[in-house]
Nanobody, 124 residues
């Protein structure tokens, strides 16, 4: 099993920045890909970004490209999501996810483990 714990959410004004963290524990050696998703009230959970646990290409949703950056610290088993130039439409609960596979990284079904989520609210 892998446990994921997100932190760093909060309330920020439009144009501001936040950095989310996702600390992983347990059988982290089984992780192949890490991803961030978000879910606004009344909407489906949507892909934000993903990256391989080791080396490789990172992926971003078009809506966040150029504003959000995913990164990792393997020594700390932690993945980060730096969010800049935040917009009110970025308001959502943000979830960290881990996949033992890695194909179709934008699909929620690819991921085996999920965190509890952290709320991000962007005021206009």
């Amino acid at each position: 099993q892998v446990q994921l714990v997100e932190s760093g959410g909060g309330l920020v004004q439009a144009g501001g920045s936040l950095r989310l963290s996702c600390a992983s524990s347990g059988r982290t050696f089984s992780i192949n890909f890490m991803g961030w998703f978000r879910q606004a009230p009344g909407k489906k959970r949507e892909f934000v970004t993903a990256m391989p646990w080791s080396r490789g290409t990172t992926y971003y949703a078009d809506s966040v490209k150029g504003r959000f950056t995913i990164s990792r610290d393997n020594a700390k088993n932690t993945v980060y999501l730096q969010m800049n130039s935040l917009k009110p439409e970025d308001t959502a609960a943000y979830y960290c996810a881990a996949s033992k596979g890695g194909f179709a990284v934008a699909m929620t079904t690819t991921y085996d483990y999920w965190g509890q989520g952290t709320q991000v609210t962007v005021s206009s």
